[in-house]
């Protein structure tokens, strides 16, 4: 069985960019979470979604959206990119909310 | 300004031995707690998790012990390989049926030849 799939691996946006990332959640999971990964703050949770409803909500501004579609596939965007927000973007799915999760490669994003 | 990284505990470990890595966990609503290990340009990787009704878990090599009365949680790996080297977090559900995991700073375990 193929793992949580993050695409792109590896991004370059400037300042003021929007940026979209996408997730393929493990086939027959059903909730999708995302996380940022930094040197200065760790792990940190943003959102997660199951039946295409946003459940939680991280301590993040809004121009981090996310939503997921009806084949529980999962994309967040960042608009106005700020250089702050380079980071790793972490994907995890899990069967339904409260099971464990399971991550994928993540998505590095790099503002310049 | 030059931006600070959060201090990442070290632990070294001879290969062979056994590693011992803790984490005291912040919720004691906290029902479910699993650890994770990430090795360089990855994600995380599921090693073992356990709920808040149980003090010990075994696995494949792994042992999850959690104290609720000092908030601890440890995971004991047995006869450490070269290829246990990566960073281990230890992550808290704090209840319900959400998913969304609070993550510690996380320890380094580099295993010595």
């Known amino acids: 069985k193929a793992g949580v799939t993050q695409t792109p691996r590896y991004l370059i946006k400037t300042r003021g960019q929007q940026v979209t990332l996408s997730c393929s959640p493990i086939?027959?999971?059903?909730?999708v979470s995302w996380y940022q990964q930094t040197p200065g703050q760790g792990l940190q949770f943003l959102f997660e979604?199951?039946?295409?409803?946003?459940?939680n909500k991280g301590n993040f501004p809004g121009r981090f959206s996310g939503r997921q579609f009806s084949n529980s596939r999962s994309e967040m965007n960042v608009s106005t990119l700020e250089l702050g927000d380079s980071a790793l973007y972490l994907c995890a799915s899990s069967l339904e909310p409260g099971r464990v999760a399971f991550f994928g490669q993540g998505t590095r994003l790099t503002v310049v | 300004g030059e931006s600070v990284g959060l201090h990442l505990p070290t632990l070294s470990v001879q290969e062979g031995d056994n590693s011992i890595i803790n984490c005291a966990y912040s919720n004691s609503a906290s029902d479910y707690f699993i650890w994770y290990k990430q090795e360089s340009g990855k994600g995380p990787q599921f090693i073992i998790d356990i709920r808040s009704n149980m003090d010990k878990r075994q696995g494949q090599r792994v042992t999850v012990l959690l104290n609720k009365t000092v908030k601890h949680l440890s995971l004991q790996i047995a006869a450490t390989q070269p290829g246990d080297s990566a960073v281990y977090f230890c992550a808290e559900n704090k209840g319900g049926t959400a998913s969304k995991l609070t993550f510690g700073t996380g320890t380094r375990l580099q295993v010595t030849l």
């Open positions: 979604y199951f039946s295409e409803t946003q459940r």
């Open positions: 086939s027959g999971h059903r909730s």
